[in-house]
């Protein structure tokens, strides 16, 4: 176990009931400005949020009196029982395909206006729907339920809570058994060290340390990883979105994870930098120092009503300054939710503000090809009076 981290299991508090139902009426506050009398609801995620309902095929239609939430046969029960938990007032219609899109007429009919998610329609279906539709004008509407899901509510923090506890423990018992096979290198050189293997059968392969993570965050009560892992050591460190491979891990070189657990739907998403058992090289040893005055510095310019490309240009001075501003190559952060990348973008061309409630990412990076990368993010909850950050784990560089 890493010292700094005592084992935390998330608890009944992860399950603080969200309050789902007034979702729906606050999105219908939105139609006038939207100018529709219904919006058709297709991103999933957003589903969920409105209604609770968590299968991978539905269509919502939310007009000013009423909701209409069609999906498949699969479904039907699990519709049932998640709209009714969520409390929320939806009519609820199960059938193929066919039957949907009657269902979806007959409830559309006499309305002018309907609006689409622009950004989650793709151009075939709005075809297909205009087509059903028949006489009812199709508008586009962006992020208009995106908006709604930026602030979240006790059930969602609790949730997103326990997702970060989960990656914290996960990580730690991770990299102390990454330490102890790293740690048999010191012996003579062997068959296991070279291939990456220990004898203690831990597999301290890039691919290896990152199956590990995905099996401790399901292990400690995850539904699963949020994202794709990933575990980049070495040169391949200095890849942002570096895929692991089956390349030893070694002693004394960066080793880039970057990884998040999900709970009830919610998303974690927390990076951290090591070098196991010794410290890299000088050249390393301040790319690390820098990126961790950089997110320090982005940390504390979080606060509600901060600008988000404020936070990014506090990250990005730190970086600039030490002559590395080309290898600072992404935006600082993101939004955290049912989504790992979700609204407000927190980077320099960003107009968003910050808002209490809010949780996002500070996740500055130095990456040099042919010397590696650094990266070290934290999830954080906006206050009005800062941020409450939800990932513990120890952000020293030597382990």
């Known amino acids: 176990m890493i010292a700094g981290v005592a084992p935390r299991q998330p608890g009944a508090d992860a399950m603080i009931a969200m309050d789902v139902a007034p979702r729906l009426d606050a999105l219908r506050g939105r139609l006038a400005d939207i100018g529709a ?13 409105l209604t609770g309902f968590s299968g991978s095929a539905a269509l919502l239609l939310v007009a000013a009196g009423d909701a209409l939430l069609v999906t498949d046969g699969r479904y039907g029960t699990q519709a049932d029982e998640e709209v009714a938990a969520a409390g929320a007032k939806v009519t609820i219609e199960v059938g193929g395909l066919a039957a949907q899109r009657e269902a979806v007429k007959a409830r559309a009919a006499g309305m002018r206006r309907v609006a689409f998610e622009a950004s989650h329609l ?7 729907l205009a087509d059903e539709l028949g006489d009812v004008e199709l508008v586009p509407a962006e992020g208009a339920v995106e908006s709604l899901r930026v602030v979240k509510d006790v059930g969602e923090l609790a949730r997103i809570r326990a997702a970060c506890q989960i990656a914290d423990q996960a990580l730690a018992v991770v990299v102390a058994k990454l ?37 401790e965050m399901r292990r400690l009560g995850a539904s699963g990883s949020s994202f794709d892992t990933i575990v980049a050591s070495g040169l391949n460190a200095a890849k942002p979105h570096a895929k692991p491979t089956a390349k030893p891990i070694e002693r004394g070189e960066l080793v880039v994870m970057d ?8 998303c974690s998403d927390m990076t951290r930098t090591y070098s196991f058992g010794e410290p890299p090289d000088a050249a390393q040893v301040r790319m ?37 501003k080309d290898a600072f190559s992404h935006g600082t952060g993101h939004g955290v939710g049912l989504e790992v990348h979700e609204a407000p973008a927190v980077s320099a061309g960003s107009s ?34 800062g941020c409450d950050v939800l990932t513990a784990s120890p952000r020293e560089l030597v382990i």
Not at 41 to 49: D, F, G, P, Q, W
Request: glycine share 12%; charged share 20%.
């Open 122 to 128: 793709t151009w075939s279906r709005y075809r297909a």
């Open 288 to 324: 690390f120092e820098v990126v961790a005055a950089s997110q320090r510095a982005g940390v504390a310019s979080v606060k509600a009503g901060v600008s988000c490309a404020g936070v990014d240009a506090a990250c990005r001075s730190v970086i600039d300054e030490a002559g590395w």
């Open 259 to 266: 990884f998040g657990a999900m709970v009830d739907g919610y």
């Open 179 to 215: 330490a102890d096979a790293l740690g048999e290198q010191r012996r003579p050189a062997g068959a296991s060290a070279r291939s990456g293997a220990s004898d203690s059968g831990f597999d301290a392969t890039e691919a290896g340390v990152a199956m590990a993570l995905d099996f």
């Open 37 to 49: 009398d219904a919006l058709m609801v297709s991103h999933l995620a957003n589903i969920r949020y």
């Open 352 to 385: 968003d503000n910050l808002m209490s409630g809010a949780v996002v990412t500070v996740e500055p990076g130095v990456y040099l090809a042919g010397a590696g990368g650094v990266r070290i993010e934290d999830s954080v909850v906006v206050t009005e009076q």
